[in-house]
């Protein structure tokens, strides 16, 4: 199988006044494509770090991040957003959306920056809110729309153009335990269709969906799990 991440040696400190606080403490992971991988671990632990160093919303310290086969730990911020926009869908808590715009305004706006015109956008746009199952709400505003009809919407913005990743931090934190299903019988759909699907929870029942857990602490790995997936 083809791996889509290879991290070695990964560090990220952050410096605090005089001192330095140690994140991340030499993290080594391979994931590959098509996996369905579940972050779990303390708070405080570097979840939120590592997914946005995987995320390219951040650089490491030291050590390397191999994303498709080329490494991006030392790339400037205009080469990695280049590399976010193409290959990162990336899903928050607290959902992110712009508020004074549409649902389709939402999800098409990835595709600006990627440079698609708009008859190209929008007809993708339709599409993909099709699918999440919001194809009848593209017109309203986040304020006119669930909790997890949102988070829906951020889903959609997250795979407009095709990652080949989707990292989610915390989902379905800020939604109840039925929207959570939903959101979470989403993202194995999107799992089921093919996509590298990564994702932070601090629920066993959310991470009962991955095939492979991570449970860090302290900065480093204290365990990896892959389910047994039992043939038919
Ligand atoms: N920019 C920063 N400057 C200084 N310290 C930071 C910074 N970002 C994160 N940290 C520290 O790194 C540690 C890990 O933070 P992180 O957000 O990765 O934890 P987490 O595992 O996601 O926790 P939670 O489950 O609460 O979301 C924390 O102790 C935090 O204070
Ligand atoms: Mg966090």
Avoid at 87 to 112: C, D, H, Y
Avoid at 119 to 142: F, Q, S
Wanted: net charge negative; with cysteine.
């Amino acid at each position: 199988m083809s791996k889509v991440i290879e991290i070695r040696q990964i560090t990220r400190d952050f410096p605090l006044g005089n001192e330095t606080v140690k994140v991340l403490k030499g993290i080594d992971l391979d994931i590959d494509r098509g996996e369905y991988v579940a972050f779990m671990g303390p708070s405080g632990s570097g979840k939120s770090t590592l997914m946005n160093l995987l995320g390219c919303l951040d650089t490491p310290t030291s050590g390397h991040y191999i994303l498709n086969g080329k490494d991006v730990s030392q790339m400037k911020d205009d080469e990695l957003a280049e590399i976010r926009n193409k290959e990162i869908g990336f899903v928050f808590q607290t959902f992110n959306l712009l508020p004074r715009t549409t649902a389709l305004e939402n999800v098409a706006l990835p595709m600006i920056y990627a440079g698609y015109n708009k008859t190209d956008r929008i007809k993708r746009a339709e599409e993909v809110l099709t699918n999440v199952g919001l194809g009848d709400r593209m017109d309203h505003k986040p304020n006119q729309l669930s909790g997890g009809q949102r988070q829906r919407v951020a889903v959609g913005r997250a795979l407009v153009n095709k990652p080949s990743i989707i990292l989610a931090d915390e989902p379905t934190g800020n939604l109840d335990s039925k929207t959570s299903l939903e959101i979470m019988n989403l993202f194995d759909e999107i799992h089921a269709a093919g996509n590298t699907v990564i994702l932070v929870t601090h629920e066993e029942e959310v991470a009962e969906h991955a095939h492979r857990v991570i449970r860090l602490r302290d900065g480093m790995v204290e365990s990896d799990e892959r389910k047994e997936i039992l043939s038919q």
